[in-house]
T-cell receptor, first 112, second 115 residues
């Protein structure tokens, strides 16, 4: 799997949009970008994934650059409950290489 | 999203004993499950990939005789830590890949403390 680079930590004021960047410059054409988050002492929670197009669901939006070398996860209105470690992972969609390999992630702190 | 359940959520065992952790996919079939270990303030480390009806594939450096994985059905995988030692104390997390799709969902995790 391609490696990803994320800032170790970020702060965001409650109610504001949280924009979490991720670099994946060695991503291959068959790899998807996945985002998970882990709230303290819990298992990771799936957020969103995408291949080329921007994606949006009830939790977040995923913006992938045209060259696919980077992406941004957007939490449109961050709340205190969004405080967590956010992991950006690139992964093959199928086959034996489709396991998720976690990096160090970004620790997002949402403050009042 | 799909639900993955782990049991027990917390367990304390004596050094030298074995402990089993269960991982169940509650509302979907999972042909593939994954087991991770996480030490405090560290990221998740993949231990092994478990395929239903076949032997698990272990990551480099993970002792297969110490961490026994069984995936006997499409909804259940178990991890048995054999002859546990204090250094095996950790947060163990399972995940399951939806058979009809490719998203992976995680369980709540199991805290193991070996005393």
């Amino acid at each position: 799997d391609a490696k990803t680079t994320q800032p170790p930590s970020m702060d965001c004021a409650e109610g504001r949009a949280a924009n979490l960047p991720c670099n994946h410059s060695t991503i291959s054409g068959n790899e998807y970008v996945y985002w998970y988050r882990q709230i303290h002492s819990q298992g990771p929670q799936y957020i969103i994934h995408g291949l080329k197009n921007n994606e949006t669901n009830e939790m977040a939006s995923l913006i992938i650059t045209e060259d696919r070398k980077s992406s941004t996860l957007i939490l449109p209105h961050a709340t205190l409950r969004d405080t967590a470690v956010y992991y950006c992972i690139v992964r093959f969609y199928t086959g034996t290489a489709s396991k998720l390999t976690f990096g160090t992630g970004t620790r997002l702190q949402v403050t009042l | 999203g799909a639900v993955v359940s782990q049991h027990p959520s917390r367990v304390i065992c004596k050094s030298g004993t074995s402990v089993k952790i269960e991982c169940r996919s509650l509302d979907f079939q999972a042909t593939t499950m994954f087991w991770y270990r996480q030490f405090p303030k560290k990221s998740l480390m993949l231990m092994a990939t478990s395929n239903e009806g076949s032997k698990a594939t272990y990551e480099q450096g993970v002792e297969k005789d110490k961490f026994l994985i069984n995936h006997a059905s499409l909804t259940l995988s178990t991890l048995t830590v054999t002859s546990a030692h204090p250094e095996d104390s950790s947060f163990y997390i399972c995940s399951a890949k939806v058979h009809s799709g490719n998203t992976i969902y995680f369980g709540e995790g199991s805290w193991l403390t070996v005393v």
